[in-house]
């Protein structure tokens, strides 16, 4: 059972939050452009570390608000939580820091 | 037939915890470890979304009459009254007595401006828990911290109680309402008193 | 129950240092390993090979796993692959001279809604014309066959009916990773535990070896059967896979008188239940939300978990919760493994077989052995490639594997 800091609410037990995979993953700016391969590492392809990830989370039973989170996917500690749009504070493999720090 | 059309149809209303309200009363366990259960039907309730900082929020904040709550666990207004609880960065919850004419107002407040008011009153019902044991039977599902250190009178947060997302705001001393959505008030208000039956009985240590 | 364990022979395989080069490098001594290494020596005369595992044999999924095996799949790719799978467990004892107690007691799966009816029906309809054993049982059948279970229309989630697979079962899982390996070693398979994968080394797109905490390898093929690290082993082979990996959970409670003859699934409240040879209620969850590694997850899962088991079986509530652990599952998009070549060449891998690869083990080795002995899939795992999801040919199981096994 994780203790789950909400950017807007604080820390919270980990039954009122949803998971939401991968963090930072950009919609393609021309679907129609890309190749069946490029199409399917969109569609398919997440990554998938052992250590630190970016990854999306939604306070669903709090404030129901998506914020993103940098997590150990082997300890399952939590190194930081940032609100959309905020700079990712620490360096992921699935994502660089993007300078600042919480 | 004209004549026969029924003008007042509050008559044929049923709050979500009509059927239940004579098992809460007897279910209400008295004494130094007592604690109790009520339904508290048809009040106010309006939803309203506007952004921190923007005219909307102001002119909304203007026309509650008590302000809105600027973070998390804050409640503008009081539990009698008008009471406008916390539920998002941009989104509140006003709660206010059986009546309570406001939401045209709030309507005209916000005007055309980006925001939203909307009638929320059958969407939850309030049940009422109060006595010396209040908090140690919430404490059986609800896990947030609700040791008066850090859940004080005139606190609310949306959080669940067991499995049912709940809207929970400590209204005095021992005293806290529970909002569920009212399908789940059933569930909620049986949930109530499987964990009241314990405290009948004297402690076991 | 009734069945005595076999006696616990005094050493089953040895445990060599590795030698400077293999024909064929297996990366994962779990059941699909071990099963692959089994077939490569056993049907494509491939001896001079190597089962490299980083903890103890078997210490991963194999011997965390609920032991269902089942072949009632819905789409004709997974029939003909789990079924395969089920032949070969029913002649496995044998030929592995190994009484590892693979009891067909039958398998159901509960449908709980209109909704799940309607899936299981279809499900059981292309079951039948794939030759896979299957039929629809009403709620009274499932009563006689599960006597304890509550099929009244009170509950939460009533029992509105069930698919029935009579051929399937339980087998004990350790015993059968001990099983192959037994035999494996016979046949002059190294067997080499404590030693972890940590690099590839490759001329041009040609994989030549591995790097090991026990020094570099070389072999003329490397197979990855690594489940729950299928993605950080492709990462350093230099790869991508679709794979997700999820922490899942299971419990025993404690020994009990025999209660529970079959095996009783239900997708939808998330529970499937059996009791073991011992007598111990095994019971596994859905999946914890999160991508983890930690082999641990989290308590109101369980939770969840015991409350529907209640539900269904009034019994349980008077017994006990003993221990609860969990493994690490690769889990694909279409809930579908992937047993495949890969863009680098003479490398080849088994992995997302996610909730459900322990039925698949003898499957998964009989067609990734053929796969690497001939480096072209058999005609049982084409289907299963990595390329289909870039070419969109999905075997969607999520209704038949849904929650978990
Ligand atoms: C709780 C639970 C319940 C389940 N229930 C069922 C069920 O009822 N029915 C069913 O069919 N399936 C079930 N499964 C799924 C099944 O256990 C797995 O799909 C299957 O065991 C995976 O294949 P395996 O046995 O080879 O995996 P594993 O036993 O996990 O083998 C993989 C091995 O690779 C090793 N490895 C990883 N990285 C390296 C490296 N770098 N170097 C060397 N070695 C490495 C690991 O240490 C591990 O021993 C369940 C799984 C869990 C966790
Ligand atoms: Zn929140």
């Not at chain 2, 102001?58 to 666990?73: D, K």
């Not at chain 3, 390993?33 to 089994?38: E, I, N, Q, W």
């Amino acid at each position: 059972m994780m203790l789950i800091e909400c950017p807007w609410c604080g820390p919270r037990n980990e039954t009122e939050y949803g998971y939401g995979g991968e963090a930072h993953v950009a919609y393609p700016a021309d679907p129609n452009a890309l190749t069946d391969n490029e199409w399917a590492k969109f569609l398919f392809y997440r990554k998938n570390p052992k250590g630190l990830f970016a990854e999306r989370w939604v306070h669903s039973a709090g404030c129901r608000r998506w914020f993103n989170a940098v997590r150990d996917t082997l300890t399952y500690e939590f190194k930081a939580v940032y609100k959309p749009g905020e700079p990712q504070p620490i360096a992921t493999t699935n994502a660089p820091a993007q300078g600042g720090t919480k | 037939m004209a004549e026969q059309v029924l003008t007042d149809i509050s008559a044929l209303r049923t709050s979500p915890l009509a059927h239940m309200a004579f098992a809460l009363q007897q279910g209400a366990v008295a004494g130094e470890r007592g604690v109790s259960a009520r339904e508290l039907a048809f009040t106010t309730q309006i939803g309203l979304r506007a952004e921190p900082g923007s005219e909307a929020h102001a002119a909304l904040a203007a026309a509650t009459g008590v302000g809105l709550p600027a973070s998390v666990g804050e409640v503008a207004g009081n539990a009698e009254g008008t009471a406008v609880l916390w539920s998002g960065p941009d989104e509140f919850l006003v709660v206010a007595p059986e009546g309570t004419e406001l939401f045209d107002d709030l309507v005209a407040a916000l005007g055309q401006s980006a925001g939203q008011v909307v009638d929320l009153s059958a969407n939850r019902t309030v049940v009422e828990l109060s006595g010396p044991s209040a908090r140690l039977v919430l404490e059986k599902g609800c896990p947030a911290d609700l040791h008066p250190r850090s859940f004080g009178v005139g606190t609310a947060i949306a959080t669940v109680l067991g499995p049912v997302p709940v809207l929970l705001w400590k209204t005095a001393e021992d005293t806290f309402r529970l909002l569920p959505r009212a399908s789940f008030a059933d569930y909620t208000a049986r949930w109530l008193l499987d964990a009241m039956t314990e405290f009948a009985s004297p402690e076991v240590d | 129950m009734a069945d005595i364990l076999p006696e616990h022979p005094e050493f089953l395989w040895h445990n060599p240092d590795p030698k400077p080069s293999y024909d064929a490098i297996i990366v994962g001594g779990g059941g699909h390993g071990l099963a692959t290494a089994y077939y490569l020596a056993k049907n494509h005369g491939m001896t001079n090979i190597a089962v490299l595992e980083r903890g103890w044999l078997a210490g991963g999924n194999m011997a965390r796993n609920t032991t269902i095996i089942r072949s009632n799949y819905l789409w004709d790719e997974s029939a003909g692959m789990y079924e395969k799978s089920l032949k070969l467990w029913e002649q496995l004892p044998e030929e592995l001279e190994y009484d590892f107690l693979f009891s067909q007691r039958g398998v159901m799966n509960l449908a709980h809604t209109l909704g799940d009816v309607r899936e299981s029906m279809r499900r059981v309809g292309a079951n039948q014309l794939n030759g896979v054993d299957a039929e629809w049982i009403t709620p009274e059948q499932v009563k006689e066959l599960c006597p304890i279970i509550n099929i009244g229309d009170d509950i939460r989630y009533p029992v509105m009916g069930a698919t029935y697979q009579p051929r399937a079962g339980i087998a004990k899982h350790d015993h059968v990773a001990w099983a192959f390996a037994r035999k494996c070693d016979e046949m002059g398979v190294d067997i080499i535990q404590n030693c972890e994968v940590t690099g590839f080394i490759k001329d041009g797109n040609r994989v030549t070896g591995v790097k090991t905490n026990r020094g570099t390898i070389n072999a003329g093929k490397v197979a990855l059967c690594g489940a729950g690290h299928s993605s950080v082993l492709a990462e350093q082979a230099g790869f991508d896979l679709p794979i997700q990996s999820h922490p899942l959970q299971a419990l025993v409670s404690e020994l009990h008188e025999p209660v529970h003859p079959t095996v009783v699934m239900s997708n939808h409240v998330h529970v499937y239940v059996s009791q073991a040879h011992k007598g111990e209620l095994v019971m596994g969850a859905g999946i914890d939300t999160y991508n983890g590694y930690g082999q641990r997850g989290a308590f109101h899962v369980i939770e969840e978990q015991m409350a529907a088991a209640v539900e269904l079986f009034p019994i349980f509530g008077r017994a006990h919760v003993l221990r609860t652990w969990g493994g690490i599952v690769d889990t694909t998009m279409d809930a579908s493994p992937i047993v495949s070549k890969t863009p680098i060449d003479q490398l080849y891998v088994n992995c997302g077989w996610g909730t459900g690869g322990f039925k698949g083990t003898p499957g998964a080795g009989f067609t990734f052995a053929h796969t690497i002995a001939n480096d072209e899939p058999h005609e049982l795992n084409a289907g299963f490639s990595i390329e289909r999801f870039e070419t969109g040919h999905l075997i969607d199981e999520h209704g038949a594997a849904a929650v978990a096994h």
